[in-house]
């Protein structure tokens, strides 16, 4: 186990920055989540830590020891590929194994370790089959597994789950969870997934075009983004932005609502629109209203209600929760 | 239905085309010299190995057919290490000289054998390596190893890098990379290695007889002349010499057909 620093961290291809002034502490065992939109350089950023990609400047340190110069194995971490990267020609326990038998350690010790992490992931039955022969999920836990049967110091996840369909997602979620509070190593998950992010990080390293936005806690972040782009970014359905008259109220250049933080109610004082779409998900009922001088809003009611496509709804954001940003996109005093 | 006949007429025909001459010279090699009078088609009445057995040992063809056998499998044993380890380079791996490389290696793909082959002449002579086995291996390496490392190349390509990263990250060198993880998903490329250069070692005739002039160096196509002088053609040798020389090569293709197929196809595909 082992904490990581990352001082100055920047990555460039030639003239192209695609990483700039990286800079993030991560303590040991903690569970640190990178999330962002597509091509913003979370993946790139974790193949730096991992020792497949070359870090341009700043200094990368695991354990206290500086690592920019380390190869893979030197670094002593393990990796989940998001395309679990299994040899297809070794069977599961021949996948699992092949980092010990790569130290030439005994026959005995190997199986011995192999089936105790394959006991872990319920992957004991599959031990002599090849991956070709594995549903989607059993080789996402093969993969775990062979990261796991090492004991390295820092566990790197790439998008696991992105292969997977969404009742596997969740249950998969679960189990990663559950294997970090079980192993209590540091673990760095890459997903451009919020959801994911929100339910499984300790902290959460929110990245835009080669920038940290903000680090924090789940609840942190969804509370007091640090920017527009976070606030946008964090919580599902994603956060209304609301401009002109109704933000000028506020003395705010935008103004943010999330959906859950609207209420239903009279028209006196209230923003009244007409409904466009209802989804009705049961514990929840999602409205899409049009709101003059705001565009169309989300409107997210706990439990189930009986608006229609049509009806007018007056909706009143409530004060306590009203995000509020100046033209950059930075957040003003609420 | 009518198309499917078409294609299995056209193909009969083709089919046909190919196999005639191989059949009339294994009838040819089967016959008593006294049935040649017949034409060639005429299957033999009589059958008799006598032309095999004299081509075997009074014809020289033992010999010839270990000469043969020991270049065409160090042939295709050093081709397939050489090549694979400079495809594997060549994909997996960022260095110096790179590009220039892969141009040098476009450049051997371009280049006829026969305009090489007075300087290849005179560097294997210099070598010292005249009417030696190891001459004419260096030579056939030589001369196709660009065709080999361009197939390995294409094969390679379509491995995932994301299998080369994994086997890093669990503390794999290249050389274990290469041996442990993307040699033994290369079965396809390194059977249609093994056989076309086996298949192009064992037939060629022009650098066998420049570089291996002694009687007991020679190989089967180069023995294979003794039967056709000037004036005179000795048939029946002829034949039994082409068909010892065809047996090894059609049984070896007959074995591995679907691996060479997959070899051949794996850049097309991929």
Not at chain 1, 300 to 311: E, I, M, T, W, Y
Request: charged share 15%.
């Amino acid at each position: 186990m082992a904490g990581l620093e990352l001082k100055n961290l920047s990555k460039a291809y030639g003239q192209t920055e695609v990483l700039h002034d990286i800079n993030l502490s991560i303590a040991d065992g903690e569970f640190i989540v990178f999330v962002g939109p597509s091509g913003c350089g979370k993946s790139t950023l974790l193949r730096m830590i991992a020792g497949l990609e070359e870090i341009t400047g700043g200094e990368l340190t695991i354990g206290g020891t500086r690592a920019n110069a380390l190869s893979p194995k030197q670094r002593d971490i393990a990796m989940v590929f998001q395309s679990y990267a299994l040899y297809p020609q070794m069977t599961v326990a021949e996948n699992m194994g092949f980092s010990l038998s790569l130290e030439r350690k005994s026959k005995a010790e190997i199986a011995e370790k192999v089936q105790e992490a394959a006991d872990a992931l319920q992957l004991g039955p599959y031990l002599d089959r090849k991956p070709g022969q594995l549903s989607g999920g059993q080789r996402q836990r093969v993969a775990i597994g062979r990261a796991i049967v090492r004991k390295p110091k820092v566990f790197l996840l790439d998008e696991p789950l992105s292969n997977l369909d969404a009742a596997l997602r969740s249950e998969t979620r679960v189990e990663i969870s559950e294997l970090h509070q079980r192993v209590e190593t540091t673990m760095i998950y890459v997903t451009y997934d919020q959801v994911e992010a929100m339910t499984m990080a300790d902290r959460i390293v929110v990245l835009n075009g080669g920038y940290i936005e903000q680090v924090g806690s789940p609840m942190d972040l969804y509370n007091n983004p640090a920017s527009e782009f976070v606030a946008g970014f964090i919580g599902s359905p994603k956060m209304n932005f609301i401009t002109g008259p109704h933000a000028q109220v506020v003395d705010a250049a935008t103004m943010g609502v999330r959906p859950e933080h609207f209420d239903i109610g009279p028209a006196d004082d209230a923003w009244s629109g007409k409904v466009t779409l209802v989804e009705r998900l049961g514990h929840d009922t999602v409205l899409y209203v049009n709101v003059a001088g705001a565009g169309s809003l989300t409107v997210n009611l706990s439990g189930q209600h009986d608006q229609r496509v049509g009806d007018t709804v007056h909706l009143k954001p409530r004060p306590e929760f009203i995000h509020k940003f100046d033209q950059n996109g930075r957040p003003l005093s609420v | 239905m009518a198309r499917k006949w078409l294609l299995l007429f056209v193909l009969g025909v083709i089919a046909v085309l190919m196999a005639a001459p191989l059949v009339l010279t294994v009838f040819t090699s089967l016959k008593p010299t006294t049935e040649l009078v017949n034409p060639a088609w005429y299957p033999p009445q009589e059958l008799t190995f006598d032309h095999y057995v004299r081509v075997w040992t009074d014809g020289g063809f033992s010999g010839y057919f270990v000469n043969t056998l020991i270049i065409s499998v160090v042939d295709a044993i050093v081709m397939i290490l050489i090549a694979s380890l400079a495809a594997y380079a060549m994909v997996f791996m960022e260095f110096r000289g790179k590009m220039l490389l892969q141009l040098l290696f476009v450049l051997g793909l371009m280049i006829p054998v026969t305009a090489v082959v007075l300087p290849l002449f005179q560097i294997v002579r210099s070598l010292g390596l005249l009417n030696s086995h190891l001459g004419v291996i260096f030579a056939d390496l030589a001369l196709a190893v660009s065709v080999f490392v361009f197939m390995f190349t294409s094969y390679f390509a379509g491995v995932p890098k994301a299998l080369h990263e994994a086997a890093r990250i669990d503390g794999a060198t290249e050389f274990q990379i290469y041996r442990r993880v993307v040699m033994p998903i290369a079965t396809p490329a390194v059977v249609t290695t093994a056989l076309l250069e086996f298949l192009w070692s064992w037939n060629d005739l022009l650098l066998r007889l420049l570089l291996m002039t002694r009687d007991e160096m020679r190989t089967l196509s180069v023995g294979l002349l003794n039967f056709q002088g000037t004036m005179t053609r000795d048939v029946t040798g002829l034949s039994s010499g082409t068909a010892i020389m065809a047996i090894p090569v059609v049984l070896l293709f007959l074995v591995f057909q679907r691996s060479f197929v997959r070899g051949m196809t794996a850049g097309a595909v991929k």
